[in-house]
């Protein structure tokens, strides 16, 4: 009997009709029968994938307040940052949340969303013997790191929507490239998550810890990067070692694009920092990943 053979008997006697299980052993049965069977693993992990999303975002859902807390912050430092840049640039008001927002977005709500909320992730996990079961089901790693990636990228695109909903109530606009926008935004969710990665399986060891680290290596980050003010009002000293700074060229990358329109030519030197400082924190968070696996194992 075929390979594709005993997947139709498997889909036809075991599974009713129409359902998930059915539908994806008939999928399968189809790829084997065109001999396309590089897509098999494929399948096999974004199935994998998407389990761990929705497991992660059901669990926020039940929780509520995490989302709550990331929601009412980006807002709240959204219209504060507005209305000082406004009063004290002497800019207009649409102008000022216009310079404000994708600061606000980039700097501060997806660092304590992405970042914080990856680097709680895995301790709880760690805490809660997560990991220990994941060691006896077929999961990859590959599947558990992008599952978490994704989870914060539907977080963050949520955030970015509710940024720019209040920003727009104040007349601010989008000026730039949309498609570009987005790729500096997933660059900074896929960078944060690969460092939560890194802090969380090297220096946090349990809930208690997360706050600290974040707090300890965000908030000076995040103030030398511009979250908070503007780093044009920087003096030169500080503007030389911002230079050395990841949320800096995030900030200044989508500043770039969505208040003044600029395409990927005239950011060019910092979308080059940043995208390989995204490569970098996603080899480093994967091999801290595996490191931790090895660890936990022997435990």
């Known amino acids: 009997m075929t390979v594709s053979s005993q997947i139709v008997l498997l889909q036809v006697f075991f599974y009713p009709r129409a359902s998930p299980k059915r539908i994806y052993f008939a999928r ?13 693993p494929l399948m096999k992990y974004w199935r994998e994938t998407i389990a761990v999303t929705q497991r992660i975002l059901i669990e926020l859902l039940r929780r509520q307040r995490s989302l709550i807390f990331w929601s009412i912050f980006p807002i709240s430092v959204l219209i504060l940052g507005g209305f000082i840049l406004a009063e004290r640039a002497k800019l207009p008001i649409n102008t000022a949340f216009e310079y404000t927002a994708p600061s606000t977005l980039v700097g501060a709500a997806l660092f304590f969303s992405c970042l914080g909320g990856s680097v709680a992730t895995v301790v709880a996990e760690r805490e809660q013997q997560t990991l220990k079961r ?3 089901s077929p999961l990859s790693g590959i599947s558990y790191f992008l599952g978490i990636f994704l989870a914060h990228s539907c977080i963050g695109l949520g955030q970015t929507l509710l940024v720019y909903i209040v920003a727009a109530f104040w007349g601010a606009t989008f000026k730039g490239s949309i498609c570009l926008g987005l790729i500096i935004i997933f660059m900074s969710i896929a960078a944060y998550v690969g460092l939560g990665f890194i802090l969380g ?3 946090a060891r349990r809930i208690e810890d997360v706050n600290a680290l974040v707090a300890a290596f965000g908030v000076p980050l995040l103030i030398l990067g511009g979250a908070f003010l503007p780093s044009s009002l920087f003096p030169k000293s500080l503007i030389n070692l911002a230079k050395y700074n990841p949320i800096y060229h995030m900030n200044e990358a ?3 694009v969505s208040t003044k329109g600029k ?4 950011i060019a030197p910092h ?11 996603i080899i480093g968070g994967w091999l801290s990943y595996r490191r931790m696996l090895i660890v936990e194992r022997r435990l």
């Open 28 to 40: 399968m049965a189809e790829i084997v029968n065109s001999k396309q069977y590089w897509r098999l």
């Open 134 to 136: 994941l060691f006896l």
């Open 201 to 203: 399986t090297q220096l």
């Open 254 to 256: 989508f500043v770039g």
């Open 263 to 266: 395409q990927i030519s005239e």
């Open 271 to 281: 979308f080059l920092f940043l995208l390989v400082f995204t490569l970098l924190m």
